[in-house]
Structures are given as structure tokens and as C-alpha cells.
């Protein structure tokens, strides 16, 4: 091998030396770079954490204060099924229709009023700043028959939710008619898993299995007072003589197995209805579903008078002489009548304001506390303690709604955030040198933010 041969091998052998001494270097630097990026990520991700931590607490204070108003909604809710049960129950008044149709006139009114009201605002501040092209383009395309009142959703939707409120309503105050007040409110805490089974359709909600577990409490609960309703009425045929103690209380209503099963049929109907509503108040209008709600109940239950209620109303005016006691069960039972319609009139109002915050089920638990105020509305109003099996059940109400309530979230778009976050992680992990790549991950990372952060409400 001649010299030149020699150094032509060294060369080629330091050349070689030289590139895999350059790669090795080069995979140091990369794993070093990996490193520190995954370092970064990391003190990202503790920063982000902490944040969160923050506007959990700030968003624990919100929810506290919701859940308040809950109650608030929730006392006049049983506020609403007390009037009406002393004025079927005491002073023999049954027209639970014509009730109705004061109520939803009663809503009606000013929302409707306000709609007129806030569109032909809006139409003239629309034709002050726009052409008549753009004016005519942006013309909503549903309105409200035979009226120039544009609306944000179909009006037969409206009035699919009225029927659904009306005749829930009239089957509650049916319930008051054949069971007693407390029995009827323990058993609309089935609207609960009604209003979990619809909002997973209708709302696209994920419940987990604590959330089934006090579903299923709240069907034990409303199965035992049946079942304690039965037992009283079987109690009452062996011996019609015996007297009233506690655990014979509800023999003042001789058919309460019927005043349960409409009681029964109510919470359902409750449950779809309050799924809807939510809908209807996050996603189309909140002044809008009331002022329809009301205008189509209104309709509804004037036709249905005639058919179910007139004789009770062509009874009334017999009673309207000027006798002194007579005049005095008047002045009572138009003072409950002003009670009903106050009660009933804010609990629609406080429900609507509630669904912003909340959600149906949580309204449907927060109402389950109405049984504590039906429960005090019989012992002090009433004097009639309820049985011993009312207390197993509303035992058994209350795990259930305890279970419910520490299980945590159940929206699915909360859900959706979780994921996202996950991906966002996965792609920050494939970031290694394209730096645009990395910046885009940052931008759907705050994307998923501003997108899933508000739905961090309270559930």
C-alpha cells in the first residue's frame, strides 16, 4: 500500500469519525431539546393546573350560591303545592284548570308584552344602521300565527311544551284530590331519573354510576310511600271503625293508591318538561319559552273548561249571598288563590333563571328539599303527621341526592374538555422540532378553553 493510499484510508477513517462523532452529538442535542421541551410542557401544564385550582374556587362559590337559589325555587315550589292543597283540601275548592289559566295568564302578560316590545327595538336600531337588502336577509323565519311577532324557535314546539306543563300541572293538583301533600311531593322526586334519561337524548349529558345509584334511591323512596299509601287503605278495610293515630293519618284521603299513580304520571311529565325547558332557555330564548309557555298554556286550559270543569264553575256563583260566614270563606279563599298565583308565577320565573346556571337534574334535586317544607306545612297547617314509612322514604331521598350530588360533573362537554386536553397533551409529547407545529397545539389548547371553560358550570 503506497503512501498516498495510506492517507487517502486516514482521511476516509477521520471523515467517518468525524460524522458519527456529529450524529452522536446531534441525538445528544436532541434528547437534551426533547428534554427541556418536556420540562417546559410540564411547568405549563403546573401553571394551567393552578389556574384551574383558582377558578375552582371562585366557580365553588358560584355553585354554593346557585344551589341557594335552588332552595329559594325550591320553597316556592312547595309554597305552590300547599296553596293549592288547602284550597282543594280545606275549603273544598276544586277547579285546578281554571287556576291554571289565571297562572299562565298571569306569566303571559309581561313577557309577551316584552317581546312586542324588545323586537320593535330591535327593528329600529336595525333599520337605522342596515340597507333594506340586509334587513330583509336577516328575517327570522318562524312567527307567531296570525301576529307580526317573529320568534326564535317553531311555534308548535312552544306549544308541545305547554301541553306537556299543563297537563303535568293538572295532574299534581289532581294528586291533591286523592293522597296527601306529602305523599305527592315525595313521589315527584321521580322526575329525577326522568330528567336524567332525557337529558342524555336531548342534551347529550354522560352520567356515571353514583348518578344511577341515587336515581335508583329516589325510585326506592317513591315505591315505599305507595307501598305505605297501600298499606293504609288495607289497614282502613279491615276495620272501618278504628280510630286516627298517626299511622292511620291518611284515611282522610280514601283513595290514595290513585292520587299516587297521578302523582306518579306527573313527575314524568315534569321531568321531559324541564329537560325541554332547559333547552329551550340556554339555546333559543328565555323571555321568549315563558311568554309562549304561558300563551299556549293559556289557550290550552281555556278550552279544556268546558269539558272538565264547568259544572264545578256554575256551583261557584250558588255560594255568592251576603251571608257573614260566607263572606268570610270568600276573603279565604280568594287570599289563597293570590297565594297560589304569587308562588306559582315566581317559581316559573326562578326556574327559568335557574336553568342559566344549573341544569334540569339539579334542579329536580334541589326541589327534593321541598319535602322538608311540605312536611312543615302538614304538621303546623294541617296537623296531620305523616307515617312512619314517609320518614324511611325521605330517608332513602336524601342518600340518594347525597350520592348524586358528590359524584361530580355529568355534562358531556365537560367530558369533551377532558378529552381535548388529553390530545393536547399527546400532540405537545410529538412536538420536537417544528416550532409552528408546537404553537399551533398552544392555539387549540386555549381554543379548547374559551370553548369547554364555560361549561364548567354547576352540576
Known amino acids: 500500500m503506497t503512501d498516498s493510499e495510506k492517507q487517502c484510508e486516514q482521511n476516509e477513517q477521520f471523515t467517518n469519525n468525524h460524522h458519527r462523532h456529529a450524529s452522536t452529538t446531534n441525538q445528544h442535542a436532541n434528547f437534551f431539546d426533547d428534554i427541556r421541551r418536556y420540562r417546559e410542557i410540564d411547568e405549563r401544564r403546573h401553571q394551567e393546573q393552578e389556574e384551574n ?3 375552582s374556587r371562585t366557580k365553588d362559590g358560584n355553585k354554593w350560591s346557585v344551589l341557594l337559589f335552588g332552595q329559594v325555587v325550591a320553597l316556592a315550589a312547595a309554597s305552590n303545592s300547599a296553596a293549592s292543597y288547602a284550597l282543594e283540601y280545606n275549603m273544598k275548592v276544586f277547579v285546578p284548570i281554571t287556576l291554571m289559566l289565571c297562572m299562565y295568564l298571569l306569566l303571559a302578560t309581561p313577557h309577551v308584552w316584552y317581546l312586542w316590545w324588545r323586537r320593535r327595538k330591535r327593528k329600529e336600531k336595525k333599520a337605522a344602521r342596515e340597507t333594506p337588502q340586509q334587513n330583509n336577509s336577516n328575517k327570522r323565519p318562524y312567527r307567531l300565527p296570525f301576529t307580526n311577532l317573529n320568534l326564535s324557535a317553531p311555534w308548535w314546539a312552544y306549544l308541545a311544551v305547554a301541553l306537556l306543563d299543563v297537563e303535568s300541572n293538572y295532574l299534581t293538583m289532581l294528586s291533591f ?11 315527584n322526586s321521580i322526575s329525577v331519573p326522568t330528567t336524567m334519561i332525557f337529558s342524555m337524548g336531548l342534551l347529550a349529558r354522560v352520567f356515571r354510576m353514583p348518578h344511577y345509584v341515587g336515581a335508583c334511591l329516589c325510585l326506592l323512596g317513591g315505591t315505599m310511600t305507595v307501598w305505605a299509601d297501600v298499606g293504609v287503605v288495607d289497614s282502613l278495610d279491615d276495620d272501618p271503625n278504628a280510630p286516627l293515630t298517626p299511622t292511620t293519618t291518611l284515611s282522610t284521603h280514601p283513595h290514595t293508591v290513585r292520587g299516587d299513580i297521578f302523582a306518579v304520571l306527573a313527575a314524568i311529565l315534569y321531568g321531559v318538561g324541564d329537560t325541554v325547558g332547559e333547552l329551550f332557555v340556554k339555546h333559543v330564548d328565555r323571555v321568549e319559552y315563558l311568554g309562549m309557555l304561558g300563551l299556549f298554556g293559556a289557550m290550552i286550559t281555556a278550552i279544556q273548561i ?25 276573603i279565604v279563599v280568594g287570599l289563597i288563590v293570590v297565594w297560589f298565583l304569587v308562588s306559582v308565577v315566581f317559581f316559573y320565573i326562578g326556574t327559568s333563571l335557574f336553568y342559566l346556571a344549573g341544569d334540569a337534574t339539579l334542579l329536580n334535586l334541589s326541589l327534593r328539599t321541598s319535602n322538608l317544607w311540605a312536611i312543615l306545612f302538614d304538621v303546623v297547617a294541617e296537623r296531620e303527621p305523616p307515617s312512619s314509612g314517609f320518614y324511611g322514604a325521605l330517608l332513602l331521598m336524601a ?15 365537560r367530558v369533551a374538555a377532558g378529552l381535548q386536553l388529553d390530545n393536547v397533551v399527546i400532540n405537545e409529547r410529538k412536538c420536537q422540532s417544528d416550532e409552528r407545529q408546537c404553537l399551533v397545539v398552544d392555539e387549540d389548547a386555549s381554543a379548547a378553553n374559551d370553548t369547554y371553560g364555560s361549561t364548567d358550570t354547576i352540576l
Open 53 to 55: 385550582n383558582a377558578n
Open 177 to 187: 284530590k286523592y293522597t296527601s301533600l306529602s305523599s305527592s311531593t315525595l313521589l
Open 306 to 330: 268546558p269539558f272538565l270543569e264547568w259544572d264545578a264553575l256554575m256551583a261557584l256563583p250558588s255560594l255568592v249571598h251576603w251571608d257573614e260566614e260566607i263572606m268570610q270563606w270568600w
Open 399 to 413: 342518600t340518594g341526592m347525597i350520592i348524586y350530588e358528590v359524584c361530580g360533573t355529568s355534562s358531556t362537554t
